[in-house]
């Protein structure tokens, strides 16, 4: 099997989908027909009857392994994955941050992001075809102060997404990353306008995005055009070298 046709039935999974970008995503494949097969540590707000939500901790390397199997019994495939869950804690000096923090941030944005694409490529690779989109951040390029065990942990997911996109090119499944600048919701609101105002104005484009460009760059990615794509990180709104 080459390439999915664009009018077969397609099955999505996507981490982190009780809020954000994560539920935003969500919604924007039931809305194009996809199945959509969604988690979070919490209980899912999405009602549609081709979304299925699991609660997981996407860091409990068993409990990430029963859900996949438990998806692919569902429905023998996974065509496409968008690993959004994460850690995004507020700004803190390297020197004052305790142990547990950085535990937490990166048990659940690499080692999360890392068993969910691990399980979910298993599955792909009975089909030969796939198609993985991880998610990095804007924090990576900005080299902010009091951002490193964030940034840290979403420039891991690169370099892991890139060896990944090698390994798994045999088996016609790209991997790739979206790092979007600034995404308003809640918890962003909650910083403040003038932290908001600061970070904006080190942006190349200096303004938020859009859940509709977050899904047009997802769009692109998981086409079936879009095969020839792999080991890439498109930056949104930030130039980073």
Not at 43 to 48: E, H, L, N, P, S
Not at 118 to 133: D, F, H, N, S
């Amino acid at each position: 099997m080459s390439e999915k046709k664009q009018n077969d039935r397609r099955v999505i999974v996507i981490t982190g989908t009780s809020r954000g970008i994560g539920r935003g995503v969500a919604e924007h494949f039931l809305s194009k027909g996809w199945t959509v097969e969604g988690c979070a540590r919490g209980v899912g707000a999405i009602t549609d009857l081709r979304y299925h939500h699991t609660q997981v901790n996407v860091a409990d390397e068993e409990a990430v392994r029963s859900w996949v199997r438990a998806i692919k019994r569902r429905h023998g495939q996974i065509d496409v994955l968008f690993n959004n869950a994460g850690l995004a804690p507020a700004a803190i000096a390297a020197l004052l941050i305790p142990g547990s923090l950085i535990d937490d941030v990166l048990k659940t944005n690499v080692m999360g992001s890392f068993l969910v694409t691990r399980e979910a490529a298993l599955v792909m690779t009975t089909k030969k075809y796939g198609r993985i989109i991880n998610v990095s951040s804007m924090a990576v390029g900005l080299h902010e102060e009091g951002t490193a065990i964030y940034s840290a942990s979403k420039s891991a997911i690169v370099e892991f997404t890139r060896i990944m996109a090698k390994e798994l090119a045999p088996f016609n499944i790209t991997c790739n990353v979206v790092a979007p600048s600034m995404f308003m919701t809640t918890a962003v609101e909650a910083l403040g306008q003038e932290v908001i105002n600061r970070a904006l104005s080190k942006l190349t484009i200096k303004r938020t995005i859009t859940m509709e460009e977050i899904c047009h760059v997802l769009d692109f990615l998981v086409s079936p055009l879009g095969g020839i794509i792999t080991g890439q990180t498109i930056h949104m709104g930030l130039i980073s070298g």
